[in-house]
């Protein structure tokens, strides 16, 4: 491999646990636009890579630091295994967290607070990734027969990580961290949304079909309108057939909302976005107001804060590199069609493909601000 091909800092930052933790001793942070993920899984990390590769991220100088908690359940050796297959990868780190977390210990100062801070300090943004389900405890509610979880301390750091970025309803006495550095910029995507609600003192509707539509089985939701569904339940009835592993469907933006206001949509713009979930924001947490909805108002697809003018979370997928990759695999929708398309190609022919183009070129603008 050459000497260029790969700058990884294959130190894996240990932070203390008890308190008054701390960092250990390394060199200082690189130069650079340094941009946090936070627990991304190895296809969230190359995804990223590419987008800043093919110039659809236009950071200049960016550094990503993927950061976990030490007990976290994602395979940060997958992380290293990826990196060794990608030309050319911009400046990476990994970082793991120590420090116990409980569903008690989340809203609060606590043994990983000191991290917390570090890192937000040393860095000009932060990304919270898709996955499963947040376990209902953390948001005050009981537990569903629908949800699934399977990530319980990944789910504790990201809140309690997000609580300390935004402050919640929790525990209103808690001063947080963007109060100082009220520009930074946050995004979250799926999962990653409902955490920014959650950590933010709201809840969660645990499973769509029946919370919202009062429906039990697939095929009363395949019998609904193609907006009204969320992910890609024909997956569910021919889990072999070569289909998208998202849903297609239009989203519509709130007045004077996010959308219209940073990225300067159209306000009567529908685009096409990826869905793929089962749950979505129920009672919205402290200072979060909703930027985009589905066509019949009934979910919410994005959100942003009222005092933290870069905070966003939505729904859907914009950053799959699937929608960005034009030799990505043909597949269908439904079992149904006869018709394959990239995800490339068929958000392009239904105009929405600009759409994507521009929430990045956004997230670059901000970050270069």
């Not at 950071?59 to 050319?88: C, F, K, W």
């Not at 499973?207 to 939701?221: A, H, N, Q």
């Not at 959100?303 to 990759?325: K, M, S, T, W």
């Not at 190609?345 to 970050?367: G, I, M, Q, V």
Request: with cysteine; aromatic share 10%.
């Amino acid at each position: 491999m050459k000497k260029w091909f790969l700058v990884f800092l294959a130190s894996i930052c240990m932070v203390a646990g008890m308190a008054g933790c701390h960092r250990e001793m390394v060199a200082a942070p690189p130069a650079g636009v340094r941009i946090l993920l936070i627990d991304p899984s190895p296809a969230d990390l190359e995804g990223m890579i590419k987008k800043i590769q093919q110039r659809i991220i236009t950071v200049d100088r960016p550094v990503l630091v993927a950061v976990y908690h030490e007990e976290t359940e994602r395979n940060r050796q997958g992380i290293a295994r990826m990196l060794e297959s990608i030309e050319r990868p911009p400046l990476v780190e990994v970082e793991a967290v120590a420090g116990a977390l409980t569903a008690d210990n989340l809203f609060q100062k606590n043994a990983c607070s000191d991290a917390f801070y570090r890192l937000f300090k040393n860095s000009e943004a932060a990304i919270f990734f898709g996955g499963d389900d947040i376990p209902p405890v953390a948001y005050g509610r009981k537990t569903s027969l629908l949800t699934d979880i399977s990530t319980p301390m990944r789910h504790y750091f990201e809140l309690s990580f997000l609580f300390h970025l935004l402050g919640g309803g929790q525990n209103s006495d808690f001063k947080p961290f963007m109060e100082e550095k009220p520009e930074f910029v946050v995004y979250g995507f799926c999962l990653g949304m409902q955490t920014i609600n959650a950590a933010a003192g709201g809840s969660l509707y645990q499973d769509i079909p029946s919370e919202v539509y009062g429906l039990r089985y697939v095929e009363e939701v395949l019998a609904q309108e193609s907006a009204a569904r969320h992910r890609n339940y024909h997956r569910q009835l021919a889990p072999r057939a070569d289909l998208f592993w998202c849903h297609l469907h239009p989203i519509r933006f709130i007045a004077d909302g996010w959308f219209i206001q940073k990225m300067k949509r159209a306000a009567q713009e529908q685009p096409l976005v990826c869905s793929s979930h089962h749950q979505a924001v129920h009672e919205l947490g402290k200072d979060l107001v909703v930027a985009a909805a589905s066509l019949d108002g009934r979910v919410v697809e994005a959100i942003a804060h009222a005092r933290y003018p870069n905070v966003l979370g939505v729904q859907f997928h914009p950053e799959a590199f699937a929608i960005y990759d034009t030799a990505g695999p043909r597949l269908r929708l439904s079992p149904a069609d006869t018709a394959a398309f990239t995800l490339h190609d068929f958000l392009k022919e239904k105009n929405s493909l600009a759409f994507h183009l521009a929430f990045w070129r956004t997230f670059s603008a901000l970050l270069q601000k």
